[in-house]
Structure formats: C-alpha cells, structure tokens
C-alpha cells in the first residue's frame, strides 16, 4: 500500500502534476482527460500550416531506445521537433550494456549532457521506473514500453482514438483481443479503460496467451472471440509475434486465425458502428482479415497521427511538471 | 577460559528446559546448569537477567561467495555478520568460483573460516561435477573433506537418470542432499511469482508448479532408492503437504523454509523493488499464511536465512535484470520473533527450528545446551528495539529488504566453542 504510493508519487510533483509518464495504472481520470484533452489540441492542430509549438524550445529530449522500435521512436522524435525540442536518438542494444556498463552509468553518462527527458523503451519491465528513480530529479521519464508492463502512451493515443470516435467511454463495452500475455499495451490500455469509466473490459484468448489473474486488473475473460465480441462498441486487436508458434503458446498461424482472427463476418457480432484498432504493425491474415483492417470501421491509420499527438501531450506536460517541480525546490 | 552466565532464561529445547537458569562454561564446553560448580572461578561473568539464553543459532544455507565473489562477500565479512545474529553454526553453498566440487576447496573455505574465528562454518559439496548437473562429484571425498551434505545449489539436473544415479550413490554412503526443489524449464526466464502481482507488474512468472513438480521428483525417487533428502527452501504450502505426506510412508526427507518466505509475499514487488528480487520468489500472501499455519506442526522443521549477499551494482537494474537475494544472517533471529510475537509458535518451538532441528537434519551433536555440550550460545534480548540500516549491518553487501525498519530483538553475545566471538556494544 505504502509503496503503491510511492509509485504513484513517482510520477507527480508535489502538486499532483504529471512529471513522469510511467504507466496509466493509478493515474486520476482528471489527469487522463487533461492528457486527452491536450492531445486533442495538438490533433486538430496537425491540419494547420504551422506545425510546430516552441512549448520544448531550448530542452533536450533523448530517445533511449533499449529495444528496436523504428515506428515509436519516430513518432516520439517528431513528437520533439514540432514541440521544438532538440532530439538526440540513441539506440542502445542490449550488446552494448552487456559490455559491462550498468544502466546506471549509462545514465550517469547521459545526465552530463544536460538531458531535459528521456524517452525510454526497455525490455526489462519496470526499467523506466528504475530510470525516474535513479536520474536527477530535473530529468522528465517518458516510459515508450518496458518489457511485458507498460506503454502508457500507446494506450493514450488508443484512449484519443476512441473517446474522438465514440465521444467518451461510459457506455462503452470494449474488447482486446490476442496475445494478452506479452502485451504492454493491453496491461495499460485495461487501467486506462478502467480509469475513463468503460462500461466493460474484455480481453479475449487462449489462456496460453492471457496472464494469470488478469481479471483482477480489471477485465473479463472470454476464450471464445464470438462471444466476447457481443455488442462491443471498441475492438481492439494486439499484433501476435511469429516466434509464439516456436515456443509452443499456439499451434500455428492458421489456427489462431480461426479462432481469433477478426473477420468481418465476425465482426458482425459486435455493435453495428463498432470501430477496430490495433496498435501496429498489422499482420494481415494471422490476426486481422485484409478488409476489416481497411474497412470502414478500422482506425487503424488514424491512431497513427493520434499518436503523434499524444506523445505532444505527454512530453509537454511531464516537462511542465518538471519546472513547477524545480521552481517548487529553489 | 571460563564464563559464567547468570541469571537468564535458558531455553534448550533439546532437553525441554525453559527456565531461569546460570550457565557455567569452561574449555569450551557447557560444564554446568544451576548452581556453581566446586571450585569454577569465572574468569567472565555475563549478566543475563532478562535476556534469554540459547543454543547458538544453526543456518542451514548461507552463501558466503568466497572464494569466487568476494565483490559481495568474504568468509570474514559474512560470518562474522552472523554471529552479530547470534548464528554460530552455518552451511555454505558450493555455487563459488572454483566450485567446491573438491576436497581442496573445502579444505580451503574451511581454513579461512577457522582463521576469521567466528562461526562454524559446515560445507556443502557440489552433488555434480561443476554443478552442471551431468557428472557426480566425489561425493565421499568430499565428505571425508568435511562436507556435511551435498546440493546442486539450485543448478538443475535436467536428466533423470543422473539425478537417480546421484540419489542412488548418496543412498549407499548414507550421504545427505539438500535440493532445492524448482523445474527447469517453468522457471527459466521468471523472476516474480506467477501471479496476480506478476500479471500487474509484467514481470516473466515462475508458477507454484515449479517447486511442487519437482518436489515431486525428488520424492518418487526417494522413496525408490532410500536416499535421506532435504528440501530447502520450499515457498509454498502445498510442497510441505507433500513433504508431510510421504514422510507418513516413511520416505527420509525433511525441510525448511527461509525466514523471508513467512514474513513477506509477492505484494511487495510493487514499485519493482529489487530487494524483493529472490529465488525461489515471494509467493501470495495465502502462501506465506500457509507457511505461517504450518510452523505449528512438524513438517515445517528448520528455518534457515538463505543470506545472499550481492554488491550494490547486482541490486541497481530493472527487477528482472538484477541478482536475486538478499542478505539474512543478522535478521533471522529477530525476524523469526516476529512470529512469535504474532502467535504462530512459542519461543521455545521458535528456538527449536533454528538450532535444536537444524542439527537433527544434519546429524551433529549441536544445538543443545546440555552437560558436555559445545558451548556454542545466543544471548539475547527479547525486547530490545533497534533499526537495522546500513550502518550497523554487519554483512559486506546491504541487500536487504527490511532496512530501515524496526526490529525487536537483539543479539547481545555470541559465544563459539565457549569462545566470546560477538558482544554487543
């Protein structure tokens, strides 16, 4: 319970501003719906001719990337530039720390370079809270996924993504549907649905690929997709990894798309005006048939250009967090 | 030299003494119990009175990391971080560099022990060659060398055949193993217990399975080939059922827990606190409850501390990248009070799991403090309050979880072989 606290203080200041984004669990809905609504202002603004804001002018952002991550670095990156930040992108293999520096000296190393915030992405869960409880304090985290725990601002742009398309989330029933198990996105994505008051959670699959006492953080299993997308108002498919066949959680490809792949034949099941997300990259054919992903009810592409925008949000806000934090301690 | 030591309670559960009682040493051996002896000059007299004198303490399983690890600790640091925990007698893993898979390692880790003059220090001998799980070691040579058991020290031993070949070799020289029990391939890659905690946290799980299976294992084979095993370390309830139950069919096996597995559960893995980091990992609190239920019978029948030092840099990472352990010598007397104090088992059964029961498991006329008997003696004060913290943690590494909190029970002389090794400033 203590230490709950402790986390949570992790990522507010001392006014209950965000100054960290580590994950979604224990977050207010106030402080969600002002990620939202920040957001919100930074989508509407993508379509004007002048695309950048100097909220960042003069800070250093780095991408600390521990894991490969084209797509999200870039989104962060640019995320930066419109927010006029300077950007520094450093993709730190795990080869490299396995040379015998710690994380620890790796930030050391990094603070020197007068760094305002790093957004991380890790493959050990909980490295970015690691990270905000080791950096000096002035150093805003942004978690970009830590192993199977968290991507809070995947779960954002998702949360964007549906209260922009369904206009809030009280009514709605939603359903995530695949690799539960390995998905960062999902564990955030459930905290975040609960927070915004979702009417129901659903999380669909093998229970090769659910986590044990999943229901606990808030969601209700089902093993069967027919049922489990009944009336659902959000589908929100997880993308599966190839290798899950080689290390015996799914007997093949072919199968789970019996099973779980979303058609739109099954998708008829759910609400007539169900909209479909899924974080990418699609694999057409193993979780998600080719004219669903293109369909009329997919958002798949526009949670893309949400996403830029939430992590606008998110960076602009944790920096804020930061200065009142500073001028709070001289 | 001799001591007298007045006026305390004295607590021997091996000849079911509970009373206030003097205590008379001399030439390292306990020479008498009441009244003076004709003729004993003390050369020091221990002021006892409201302090409870015991049999010194009896850990089953310690890592002391020389030689190999002294970055962590040395024999030196880490016995003498036991007797400031009133530990007098201590098993050693063989999991050093070299592993002590020979009697020369023994032999060393032995003379290094006697040199710092602090605890006894008993080897444990690598069951397989290099702890590889594939060859035995020279198991009877190692116990001429002064291995009281043998243990894979949690290195696993995939095959079968070769653990029946071990057991079955054991059996013949009536040698000990000590395992502690795991699966393989249901824990590889975990680091929390599988559970609600583990779901929350996204950290890779090890399911209660893990132990129970194997636990399994090690019993079918027992029981066919009457090799004398004990389990060390078992977390969960159900492998003590298990334990229980085919100790009821007469199989030869015994077990322990560690002190941490009854006081704490995998609830305090939130906020990825490394400190928590252990294998075998903390488990529900329904678990340590389990546990806690299970000290008042006798399958539950030693409690040990598992001290594991690691440097400060084996500790500072993500959860899953760190080292897993956590130091326990010091604690583990103040620790266990705090069982008594929440009424699982009286003090004297508590006593008993740490010195009178150890010493059974191991066969070793310790842990009594009878007419005769090795003057190996905690003192200690029952209601003493004190925070542990760095600062007067006595281990090299500071790789517990209860720093900075306060402790009730404290450990005021130490005495090995009638010797004072630890008093109390």
Redesign the interface.
């Known amino acids: 319970m203590n ?2 606290a ?2 949570l203080k992790l990522q507010l200041n001392e006014e209950g501003r965000l100054r960290h984004f580590l994950t979604t ?1 224990g977050l207010s809905r106030e402080l969600l719906t002002e990620i939202l609504n920040t957001a919100d202002s930074f989508a509407d603004m993508g379509a004007q001719a002048v695309k950048k804001v100097p909220l960042l002018r003069g800070k250093t952002v780095v991408n600390l990337f521990f894991e490969n991550s084209t797509r999200t670095r870039s989104t962060f990156e640019l995320a930066a530039k419109r927010l006029s930040a300077d950007v520094l992108n450093l993709d730190i293999s795990t080869s490299a720390t396995s040379k015998g520096e ?3 000296d790796t930030l050391r190393n990094l603070e020197a370079m007068a760094s305002d915030m790093f957004v991380v992405r ?1 493959p ?4 970015p ?2 990270i905000a409880q ?1 950096v000096t304090p002035n150093v805003a985290i942004i978690n970009a996924g ?5 991507h809070p601002t995947q779960a954002m742009l998702d949360m964007l993504t549906i209260r922009r398309h369904k206009g809030g989330f009280e009514p709605l029933k939603v359903a995530i549907v695949g690799d539960i198990l390995h998905s ?1 996105v999902a ?1 955030s994505q459930i905290y975040a649905l609960n927070t915004l008051g979702a009417d129901e959670v659903r999380v669909i699959g093998p229970k090769t690929l659910l ?4 229901e ?2 808030g969601a209700e299993v089902y093993h069967d997709l027919g049922e489990g997308l009944k009336d659902v108002d959000v589908v929100i498919m997880l993308r599966l990894q190839l290798e899950r066949m080689a290390s015996a959680f799914l007997p093949s490809q072919g199968e789970f798309y019996k099973l779980y792949g979303l058609t739109r034949e099954r998708l008829k099941v759910a609400k007539p005006d169900a909209i479909v997300m899924h974080p990418g990259p699609i694999n057409r054919g193993v979780e998600i048939e080719s004219e669903v992903a293109d369909g009329t009810q997919s958002l798949i592409l526009k949670q893309v250009n949400y996403g830029l925008a939430t992590r606008m949000a998110v960076m602009s806000m944790a920096m804020s967090g930061q200065a009142t934090q500073d001028s709070a301690n001289q | 030299m001799k001591i007298h030591i007045r006026g305390g309670r004295l607590i021997d559960p091996a000849n079911q003494l509970d009373e206030q009682r003097d205590l008379f040493v001399e030439d390292g051996k306990v020479v008498a119990l009441g009244n003076t002896p004709q003729g004993f000059e003390a050369d020091r007299v221990i002021e006892a009175a409201g302090l409870v004198v015991c049999p010194g303490l009896i850990d089953l399983q310690v890592s002391l990391s020389e030689p190999g690890f002294t970055q962590k600790g040395t024999i030196r640091s880490e016995t003498r971080a036991a007797v400031a925990g009133g530990v007098t007698t201590l098993c050693c893993l063989p999991n050093t560099a070299p592993v002590l898979d020979t009697p020369a390692v023994a032999q060393l880790i032995q003379d290094r022990a006697e040199e710092a003059g602090n605890a006894r220090v008993l080897p444990l001998g690598a069951l397989t060659k290099q702890l590889q799980g594939e060859q035995l070691s020279n198991m009877v040579s190692l116990k001429e060398a002064g291995c009281v058991a043998l243990t894979n020290a949690g290195k696993p031993i995939h095959s079968n055949q070769t653990l029946l070949r071990c057991m079955e070799y054991a059996a013949t020289y009536d040698l000990l193993m000590m395992v502690r029990p795991q699966d393989y391939e249901l824990s590889k890659g975990g680091c929390a217990h599988d559970g609600k905690m583990a779901s929350k946290l996204g950290l890779p799980g090890i399911p209660e399975a893990a132990e129970t299976l194997d636990v399994s294992r090690y019993l079918v084979l027992a029981e066919q080939t009457g090799a004398r095993i004990h389990f060390s370390q078992l977390t969960t309830p159900r492998a003590f059922q298990m334990v229980d139950a085919a100790q009821q069919r007469g199989v030869k096996v015994s077990a322990d827990t560690a002190i941490q597995y009854l006081l704490l559960s995998d609830d305090n893995l939130e906020n990825f606190d490394s400190a928590y980091h252990l294998i075998p990992p903390l488990r529900t609190p329904a678990d340590r409850d389990g546990l806690q239920a299970a000290l008042s019978g006798s399958v539950l029948q030693a409690i040990c501390s598992d001290h594991q030092p690691q440097e400060a840099a084996a500790k500072e990472a993500p959860f899953g990248a760190t080292e897993p352990g956590m130091i326990g010598l010091q604690t583990l007397l103040p620790l266990a009070l705090k069982l008594v104090e929440a009424g699982c088992l009286s003090l004297p059964k508590m006593v008993e799991k740490l010195t009178t029961q150890p010493a059974k498991i191991l066969g070793l006329e310790l842990g009594n403090l009878g007419i005769g008997a090795e003057a190996d003696i905690c003192i200690f004060d029952p209601e003493a309050q004190w925070v542990f913290d760095e600062a007067n943690s006595v281990s090299q590494s500071h790789n517990s979880p209860f720093y900075n909190q306060t402790l009730t029970g404290k450990v005021r002389y130490t005495l090995v072989a009638g010797q004072l090794v630890h008093e109390l400033q």
């Open positions: 230490q709950h402790d986390a669990e710690t994380l620890k890790h050990d869960s909980g490295a809270h690691f080791h830590d192993g199977r725990h968290a960062r564990r986590p044990r006492y999943i606990e953080l």
